[in-house]
């Protein structure tokens, strides 16, 4: 008897950033295969970043993603002050997550308004909702314009900050330069609470996950440029070990690899955050994920976006803080002179975690580079999501089972441009 065969399709993944598909398949009423099918061709931005100055990788990783660039750079950055042996004043320390706030913001806020509220409101897309909901829209892009004005201040401009260097900024703001800007943020704030307020409403599916987590942690606060590394399950381990424990592998249905953990499933990004390190958020931001319902750990993938809107509080608390401690550095930026070294760099983009390594020769050239972003290594558990939640939904109809696949990879805001990498080549010639 032939099996009974069921497949579920989109080949062009919505309100997501890049290029990407799903494909399920169903034998005899049981999940036979799930795919995130990443498309989008590769930019092999680790190969032509082998022989190029150990200044210019910040700069030219910011053009992997133009909603993250502020992740790229600063991992980049750590990455190489690591290998050379620098480190930067605590005043420019401050001014990174400063800048790095600024992305935090206008990416979260992005995501909840545009991509993934629809999804709890039976819309199709952002524009639907706007013409039933303007001001839910309006609330949303007034806080994604606060956080790009605190880019464009701090880093010159909103898409790929140009004011970034290694040890530090080309040049630093003075004191009034940002009052403005705490006046905008103030007002962001209470737009921020508000929607954590109105998103503790939507109506969530319960269920859970057991991945393990994986996100920075650090004692002085919600980590955001920098840390060690923290897990749900295991010791922490250095930034210099990430390769020890986290493997990528290709897989024919991706042009973006996998990850594991010590051989095993995890997510990073902010579940993972969250997590590990709610006790750190501040006070209010404490006070409003407490009062949407979230408990110190959330492991439902659907209240993501509840986790987002606390961390837009937080990002918005933390960058009025630096401004109202900030002084302007009596140098805008520390020497980082060219040696031979290898060096790691991490920091949380608004996705999760993003590994940078680069080896250097004595002349300040860049022999090797390893870039390992959050949606690479997220996406065995995405996939896994998607098999257990088709498994127990069966008696739906394909299109309402696309639909919650669809929605279960829109939870992780997937950057798969960010993902890419190119593809293990063997040529076979007879």
């Known amino acids: 008897m032939s099996p009974v065969v069921r497949t579920l399709s989109v080949g062009a993944l919505t309100r997501v950033e890049g290029e990407g598909a799903l494909n399920v398949t169903l034998r005899d009423g049981a999940v ?10 590769p930019r092999f931005f680790e190969a032509f970043l082998r ?14 993603c133009g909603i993250c660039p502020v992740a790229y750079q600063v991992s980049a950055c750590n990455a190489i002050e690591d290998a ?38 039976g819309y199709p897309d952002g524009i639907s909702l706007a013409k039933d909901r303007p001001e839910l829209i309006e609330r949303g892009l007034s806080l994604k314009k606060a956080g790009n004005r605190l880019m464009e201040r701090i ?31 103030r007002r962001a704030l209470d737009a921020a609470l508000l929607t954590v307020r109105e998103i503790a409403e939507f ?9 393990e987590f994986m996100a920075l942690t650090n004692t002085d606060g919600y980590p955001i440029e920098n840390g060690t590394i923290a897990r749900s399950v295991g010791d922490a381990f250095p930034v210099a070990d990430f390769t020890k424990h986290v493997a990528e592998t290709q897989v024919r249905h991706s042009t973006a690899h996998h990850a594991t953990l010590d051989g095993g499933r995890y997510l990073t990004g902010p579940l993972a955050r969250y997590s590990l390190n709610s006790a750190a958020l501040s006070p209010v931001a404490r006070e409003a994920a407490s009062a949407s319902g979230l408990g110190p750990q959330c492991h439902n993938p659907f209240r ?15 960058a009025l803080r630096i401004i109202a401690d900030y002084q302007r550095p ?23 975690l993003l590994y ?22 997220n996406q065995s558990a995405i996939e896994y999501e998607m098999a257990e939640l088709v498994g127990s939904h069966l008696g739906l109809d394909d299109a309402s089972l696309t639909a919650l696949c669809e929605r279960s990879i829109r939870n992780h805001d997937p950057c798969i441009s960010c993902a890419t990498h190119f593809l293990t080549l063997t040529v076979d010639r007879k």
């Open 32 to 41: 036979d295969s799930v795919e995130l099918n990443i498309y989008e061709p």
């Open 51 to 64: 022989g190029r100055a150990y200044t210019e990788p910040p700069d030219l990783t910011a053009r992997i």
């Open 84 to 121: 050379c042996g620098v480190t930067i004043d605590p005043e420019l320390v401050q001014l990174r997550r400063l800048l790095y706030c600024g992305e935090w913001i206008h990416s979260h806020a992005l995501h909840i308004f545009l991509l993934h509220t629809p999804d709890f409101l």
């Open 155 to 185: 880093g010159g401009r909103a898409i790929h900050p140009v004011n970034v260097r290694l040890g530090g900024f080309y040049s630093v703001p003075e004191p009034r330069d940002l009052v403005a800007l705490a006046e905008q943020l």
């Open 203 to 211: 109506d969530y599916p319960e269920l859970e996950f057991d991945h």
């Open 304 to 318: 993501s976006i509840t986790v987002r809107a606390v961390e837009v509080v937080y990002a918005i608390e933390e």
């Open 330 to 352: 009596v140098r805008p930026f520390v020497e980082v002179p060219a040696r031979a070294g290898v060096g790691h760099g991490v920091s949380e983009a608004p996705r999760g």
């Open 356 to 377: 940078h390594r680069y080896e250097l020769d004595q002349d300040g050239l860049v022999k090797a580079a390893t870039i390992i972003p959050p949606t690479a290594q």
